[in-house]
């Protein structure tokens, strides 16, 4: 993962992935047939697995939606955005188009689980008479986009400023949902 989110796909070579797992690239391979399919092993274990985490914590979720929403967002950042495995979604961004097979990989197993997971809350939100009838899939955009950009930031300009970072994730994060949930009350 970490050579992946240093140097990007394209330039990670076999050998260095082999190198710093102290192995041999043929043992690499007995593992992973290709480049691709070791990152796609990366993604699953990175990035796919916390959102299949949160759709199952949030299944069970005891409070509000709008707790549940707030809740889902600052998880999301604590255990994805916030680590050095959110540097694949940068990646992603900016190889999909040279890679569409991961590009379709990332979408069939993030992506759509993903928004999956926030169209969960928003409908339960509904469903309960807590949020307004809304647009479900244009407000999933409303939800993940602010998560995106903090990790675009991170990964591009973020490292810049890391004397004195412009943002604070959690708190942008908590004031974002605020507004969201306001924004979907029943009755506004």
Known sequence: MDLFVEKGFAATRS???AARAGVSKGTLFLYFPSKEELFKA???ENVARPVAEGIAE???FAGSSGELLTWMMLEWWRRYGATKASGISKLMMSEAGNFPELAEF?????????QALVRFVLQRGIDRGEFRAIDVNNTIYSVMAPLIFLVMEKHSTGPCNAAKPSINAEQFITHHADLL?????AGH
């Open 15 to 17: 050998e260095e992935v």
């Open 42 to 44: 990366v993604v699953m």
């Open 58 to 60: 949030a299944e069970h």
């Open 106 to 114: 990332f979408r069939n197993n993030v992506i759509q689980p993903a």
């Open 181 to 185: 949930v306001r924004g979907m009350v």
